[in-house]
């Protein structure tokens, strides 16, 4: 796919995978839109990045989201990449948590509902373009769901899911629909989890672009690409794997 003179909207753009991609994307001559929900960080943000435009919104809002389609419907009608990058993880353990069910409606509405509502509001403006992109951020977990993470490993199981259903759905048509699969990074929403033995944003940001200029629909990032053979393996394995030591 071809990723320069491009209109990109990056949702969770504000920081970390999202931030450094806008960086990239306006770097090589795209029309970059992030979002958050933070509007001092998302404007901090934007001073970074030369060009860029933002819209402070929840995704997870359907208020929010309304206004955002509408903002992008009158000022960005010429779309073309939608990169659904918002994420939601909690820790907590099944075996002894009060409130699974809560986090879990959190993190699925966050990582999954939201994602699944913008992409059908937003999919006529992409059809409507000669060549376009959905881009869906999942992780590692998809494969195998680690044990203090269990039910975002779930909510990005069904995001990876719904992805290859829209791949397949969409595969008569401009869009083409990628899949972001990163394994362990350090950004701010990974802090809890050990987030500073991750690898850096700005890896996944590259992996991404080079992943989308060579049309690979699932873009196994760092250690993800070796894990993934393990799964195929060994999908007990690779469970035991990403659980080690973090029990």
């Known amino acids: 796919m071809n990723i320069t003179n491009k209109t990109v909207l990056i949702i969770g753009g504000s920081a970390g995978i999202g931030f450094e991609t ?3 994307l306006t770097a090589k001559g795209n029309k970059v839109i992030i979002t958050g929900r933070d509007e001092k960080r998302l404007k901090e943000a934007a001073a970074k990045i030369e060009g860029v435009s ?5 995704v997870s809002s359907e208020a929010d989201t309304a206004k955002l ?23 907590h353990h099944l075996a002894d948590s009060p409130k699974a069910f809560d986090i879990a409606s959190d993190e699925i509405m966050t990582n999954y509902l939201a ?7 937003l999919l006529p403006v992409l ?45 008569d048509t401009g869009v083409k629909v990628f899949e972001l699969m990163p394994p362990l990074v350090d950004t701010e929403l ?11 944003p700005q890896q996944v940001a590259e992996e991404l672009l080079d992943g989308l ?35």
């Open 127 to 171: 059809k409507a373009q000669k060549e376009a992109a959905v881009i869906n951020v999942t992780s590692i977990v998809v494969f195998a769901p680690g044990a203090t993470l269990p039910t975002y490993a779930a909510s990005k199981a069904a995001l990876h899911s719904y992805t290859r259903s829209l791949r397949y759905a969409l595969k």
């Open 22 to 24: 806008a960086k990239l």
């Open 115 to 121: 994602i699944i509502r913008l992409t059908e509001k």
């Open 54 to 58: 933002f819209f402070t919104g929840d």
């Open 190 to 200: 990974s802090k809890e989890i050990g987030g500073h033995n991750g690898i850096p």
């Open 213 to 247: 200029t060579n049309d690979v629909a699932e873009i196994h990032v760092g250690q993800t690409a070796d894990f993934y053979k393990l799964y195929l393996s060994s999908p007990e394995q690779a469970l035991l794997t990403l659980n080690s030591g973090r029990e």
């Open 69 to 91: 389609v509408e903002y992008i419907n009158q000022n960005f009608p010429k779309l073309d990449v939608l990169i659904n990058n918002a994420g939601r993880a909690i820790i």
